[in-house]
């Protein structure tokens, strides 16, 4: 068998700290520099020499002492997740969303604000002096921010620096400078569904390979394998919410009729009706028999869109976006419906909630800058 090219010593130096830090950024407890050097099969000077220009630099700090059975009691280190962060911006028809991830990708901050999108510099300013406020509000430091990740409900071409479309925006071959030009900071641009593929995956350890359904205004969807997002040819992999899913002639946002989204958009259970998510769900408990009607016809179209994605990519599927914190009691509901679909399977447990909520677009805008400084330690 052909041997491997050999590291150069500089090289395996830079990849036994890669090695080290990430071996502390994925452990969920404190570590001595013992059970670092067994866990990755390192000498323990190259362990302690590591650990200490990680802890000069602030990367890792001390957590405490463990027991001994003789002699000086080891010291434990764990991350020091404050030492940088990077934040995540969701731009929806109506909302801004912005949300503070650290190191170990904890939210630390969070809000909200009403913001009706308009393609104009007045729209550009606001957002960037929304980000600023947002700093200044939770007296975040700039010197520790990564950058600032930005996710929009279109189609994304970073090389070409364009924004191809976004249908709920009336945005068709736009320069993604021209919406990131006033924001002084590292700015990464990204379809919301991929984001929030990604944050979703993040936290589903027990998920290596799965295909995110989003649920918002519009509908989309990432696949994820192994972590890495599949985005097809021309970026428009995933795009669950504009798969045909009925005959009845119902007009989608993207001027096609009967796409899912046309179904399944958060907007069949408020805008239609001119209320709230919120209080739509209010209704259903108060039992309003106009809400029941609307939300059962919601569990059959949505019921077909998920069986539809399971068929095709044989792999679980998270349910995420807006929608995911009033499920949880109508999740029996929906598996019914799946597993009557499912010509191959008698039960729907491959279906899984998101754990990220409405945060999920922002929080994964935001991990594109946590990954990227990790892989660069």
């Known amino acids: 068998m052909a041997q491997g090219k050999k590291l150069s010593t500089a090289e395996l130096r830079k990849r036994n700290r890669n090695n080290i830090y990430r071996f502390f950024c994925e452990t969920d407890?404190?570590?001595?520099?013992?059970?670092?050097?067994?866990?990755?099969?390192?000498?323990?000077?190259?362990?302690?020499q590591n650990l200490r220009e990680l802890l000069d630099e602030g990367l890792l700090e001390y957590a405490g002492l463990v027991d001994s059975s003789g002699g000086r009691r080891p010291r434990t280190?764990?991350?020091?997740?404050?030492?940088?962060?990077a934040v995540g911006v969701d731009l929806s028809p109506k909302h801004i969303r912005l949300v503070a991830v650290d190191l170990l990708?904890?939210?630390?901050?969070?809000?909200?604000?009403?913001?009706?999108?308009?393609?104009?510099?007045?729209?550009?300013?606001?957002?960037?002096?929304?980000v600023d406020d947002f700093l200044d509000r939770f007296a975040l430091d700039r010197n520790r921010l990564l950058g600032v990740g930005i996710t929009l409900p279109g189609i994304i071409d970073e090389a070409q620096d364009m924004i191809e479309v976004v249908p709920v925006f009336g945005i068709r071959k736009m320069r993604l400078?021209?919406?990131?030009?006033?924001?002084?900071?590292?700015?990464?641009?990204?379809?919301?569904?991929?984001?929030?593929?990604?944050?979703?995956w993040w936290n589903h350890e027990e998920l290596d390979t799965m295909a995110y359904l989003f649920i918002g205004k519009g509908v989309g969807g990432a696949l994820l394998m192994?972590?890495?997002?599949?985005?097809?040819?021309?970026?428009?992999?995933?795009?669950?919410?504009?798969m045909r899913?009925?005959?009845?002639?119902?007009?989608?946002?993207?001027?096609?009729?009967?796409?899912?989204?046309?179904?399944?958009?958060?907007?069949?259970?408020?805008?239609?009706?001119?209320?709230?998510?919120?209080?739509?769900?209010?209704?259903?408990?108060?039992?309003?028999?106009t809400c029941d009607a609307i939300w059962k016809d919601y569990l059959d179209a949505l019921s077909v869109g998920i069986n539809n994605i399971r068929m095709i990519m044989d792999c679980p599927?998270?349910?995420?976006?807006?929608?995911?914190?009033?499920?949880?009691?109508?999740?029996?509901?929906l598996c019914i419906r799946l597993r009557m679909?499912?010509?191959?399977?008698?039960?729907?447990?491959?279906?899984?909630?998101?754990?990220?909520?409405?945060?999920?677009?922002?929080?994964?805008?935001?991990?594109?800058?946590?990954?990227?400084?990790?892989?660069?330690?």
Request: charged fraction near 20%; charge should be negative.
């Open 29 to 48: 407890k404190p570590c001595t520099k013992q059970e670092v050097a067994e866990a990755l099969s390192l000498s323990l000077p190259t362990v302690t």
């Open 77 to 85: 280190m764990r991350v020091c997740a404050q030492a940088r962060f």
């Open 105 to 130: 990708a904890n939210v630390i901050a969070y809000e909200k604000h009403a913001a009706v999108f308009s393609n104009d510099v007045v729209y550009r300013q606001r957002l960037a002096q929304a």
């Open 177 to 200: 400078s021209t919406l990131t030009e006033l924001l002084p900071y590292p700015v990464f641009v990204e379809n919301d569904a991929n984001a929030g593929g990604f944050a979703e």
């Open 226 to 242: 192994g972590g890495k997002p599949y985005v097809g040819n021309h970026r428009r992999s995933a795009e669950f919410g504009h």
């Open 245 to 289: 899913i009925a005959s009845n002639g119902k007009k989608c946002s993207c001027g096609k009729v009967d796409c899912l989204e046309a179904y399944c958009s958060t907007a069949r259970l408020s805008d239609d009706l001119n209320i709230s998510v919120e209080e739509f769900f209010e209704r259903m408990h108060t039992g309003d028999q």
């Open 317 to 333: 599927v998270v349910l995420g976006g807006i929608i995911t914190s009033y499920f949880q009691q109508y999740l029996p509901d």
């Open 341 to 377: 679909l499912n010509c191959f399977e008698d039960d729907a447990s491959y279906l899984h909630l998101g754990r990220c909520g409405d945060q999920a677009n922002s929080i994964g805008a935001a991990l594109h800058f946590i990954v990227e400084f990790i892989n660069r330690i």
